[in-house]
């Protein structure tokens, strides 16, 4: 199935080896993150949550994302999948939940990048603050070249970081002083608050398998995205699983870990190698940089998407007529990381769960739906199960991602919930305000005369607003006794 051609946008040719890095970066770019993911659920937690999530999470994802991604190759990846699945409102909930998300995930990466920098180099919060914009400015300047450049930084950061991380697990190996595995959780939690507050990191740590779909407009042959996904997935879980064992069995102290001002994966370099040490912290910030980098391509063309079904503002879909670059997008993902680097990592990670496992919940819903409604839709990659099949596999990610939105804590559980609400409001003023799918083809897509809103659409934000009241009510029970 050909993609169909969108007004500005200019079609590349990208190798399956250059999405394969993207993907990682999207993904991934190093384990950086799972240090802050130790103390607070324990060594021995952490590695088995490293090695059931990927089965449990990540794989039907990038399955899921597969055969989707074969069968409806569009700009807007995701957002187009649910919307053809389950309509212009759930669409614009999964597009709008987890384009915001990117732009408040991408600031994770400049955080994480700032903290790995200021650890070798003594830095004012002035100075810190400095060093971070100058690398949002370089990357934001990157994306404005356009998908083939953003492909190219990946390639060369990526592959610099397979090589440190590598590095890391054979020392870490070589040195082996004490059983990764212990203690299994933190001596004073019991292990359903160690899942509780380790498991945002994780799921987080797993995710965006989904985000390079956005950008399969741009791509000349998109059926090498899946081929890429499949390849990604277990090289991720090697990436995360090996350093990870072997830096807690060479250095152990695990409850001094963090990502931030505590022992990480450069220590274990460091102890025996110095020099290589601070050029694994270097390798650290540029991977950081390398996932906005990519998160940069992959948001700015959710916006877009949505703009060019008349569900976001017009001036989104302005593409440079050299490059055929959504720039006003791109710039708005800068301006937004110039303005969120300052908040603290762990805040920052767990209200970018919250809003992108809601549109996994959709992306899983809707893979279910189309074998259902559309058996005959081309499919070039497939899922080798049948439809019962595939709704068993969709099963315990969407139960992760349910059992994420209670155990992060009620703090956390109420700011999710004001970034879901988002959704729907985000919605009705836009839909009303640019006209949406009506206006694109107001027979097949017939609007409300009253509302202004898609036929059906006050039903369908009923029954979002009944699912969150229900989710608050179990909540104010629940998190009482769970914090």
């Known amino acids: 199935m050909s993609s169909p051609v969108h007004s500005g946008l200019k079609k590349h040719q990208i190798s399956v080896s250059t999405v394969v890095f993207m993907i990682f970066c999207l993904c991934a770019a190093g384990a950086y993150g799972i240090e802050d993911m130790i103390p607070q659920a324990g060594p021995g937690l952490t590695l088995v949550m490293l090695m059931v999530l990927p089965f449990l999470w990540s794989t039907p994802m990038g399955l899921v994302a597969s055969e989707l991604g074969s069968a409806i190759p569009e700009e807007g990846g995701f957002y187009k999948w649910v919307q053809r699945a389950c309509g212009e409102f759930w669409g614009f909930q999964a597009g709008w939940w987890r384009t915001v998300s990117i732009y408040v995930d991408n600031t994770i990466y400049v955080v994480l990048a700032g903290s790995y920098f200021s650890s070798v180099v003594q830095l004012s919060p002035l100075q810190e603050y400095a060093f971070k914009a100058s690398m949002i400015i370089v990357f934001t300047y990157i994306n404005i070249r356009g998908i083939k450049d953003v492909g190219f930084a990946s390639t060369a950061i990526s592959m610099l970081v397979m090589l440190a991380f590598a590095l890391v697990a054979v020392i870490g190996f070589a040195t082996w002083q004490s059983n990764p595995f212990e203690p299994f959780v933190p001596p004073d939690q019991s292990l359903v608050q160690s899942i509780g507050t380790g498991i945002a990191i994780g799921i987080w740590m797993y995710s965006g398998y989904e985000s390079m779909s956005t950008m399969a407009g741009e791509i000349q042959n998109p059926q090498v995205i899946p081929k890429a996904t499949l390849i990604t997935v277990p090289l991720i879980m090697a990436v995360y699983i090996l350093p990870t064992m072997g830096g807690l069995a060479s250095l152990g102290s695990w409850d001094q870990w963090a990502s931030e001002g505590g022992l990480s994966y450069s220590d274990v370099v460091a ?213």
């Open 271 to 483: 102890s025996h190698f110095p020099t290589l040490g601070i050029l694994f912290v270097l390798v650290a910030v540029l991977a950081n940089f390398s996932v906005f980098n990519t998160y940069i391509a992959s948001g700015s063309r959710g916006f877009f998407a949505l703009a060019e079904d008349n569900l976001a503002p017009r001036a989104l879909v302005k593409c440079s007529k050299d490059r055929g670059v959504p720039y006003i997008a791109v710039l708005s993902l800068g301006a937004f990381s110039l303005i969120a680097c300052t908040f603290p990592f762990e805040v920052i990670v767990v209200v970018d769960v919250m809003l992108f496992v809601s549109a996994y919940v959709l992306i899983f819903i809707s893979a279910c739906i189309l074998r259902v409604k559309e058996p005959d839709l081309e499919r070039p990659f497939r899922i080798p199960l049948g439809t019962k099949g595939l709704i068993m596999m969709c099963i315990p990610p969407i139960t992760i991602a349910l059992l994420a939105l209670f155990i992060s804590g009620t703090d956390y559980f109420l700011g999710g919930m004001l970034a879901l609400f988002s959704g729907p409001v985000a919605y009705f003023i836009f839909r009303r305000k640019y006209g949406g799918l009506s206006k694109k083809d107001s027979v097949l897509h017939p609007a409300n005369p009253v509302t202004r809103l898609a036929m059906g659409d006050t039903k369908r934000m009923a029954w979002m607003s009944g699912l969150l009241t229900i989710a608050g009510i179990v909540a104010l029970f629940f998190l009482p006794w769970y914090d």
